[in-house]
């Protein structure tokens, strides 16, 4: 049952966005107001250049403490080249690679373009719903 259900039956569909110009400031408050771990970087096109998490917040967190700010732009901190994954894929695939990997959301992309985003949350409404 759990192996039939794909990415396209959970993720969500409108995820919220930052640019590589976005102040870090900015992008935590957008986390902290969506309740999410995670945004894509988007170029003006509204193509994904990167990824900033909660981790790379750790890493803005450990220098404000030394230098006392808190300033800079996503693209400073973000992870480039995120991984992803297809919209048509198993949530069962997906499981694995959340449990291979320390990433708890993956951008999810459909024919070239990212259609939406898939955290581990998403996996376990898959899980309880299908009980």
Known sequence: M?????VADYMSK???TVSPDTEVSSAFKK???HKITSVPVVDGHGKLVG??????GMKIFLESAYNQSM?????EFMTAA????DVDESLVDVATKFQNSPIRSFP????????????R?????????AH
């Open 82 to 85: 995120p991984m992803v994954v």
């Open 14 to 16: 409108h995820p919220v």
């Open 51 to 56: 990824i900033f998490s909660e981790k790379d």
């Open 2 to 6: 759990l192996a039939k259900i794909a």
């Open 31 to 33: 986390m902290l107001d």
């Open 108 to 119: 999810v992309f459909k024919d070239g373009a990212m259609v939406g985003m898939i955290s």
């Open 121 to 129: 949350v998403d996996v376990l409404r898959a899980l309880v719903s």
């Open 71 to 75: 300033t800079g732009k996503v693209s």
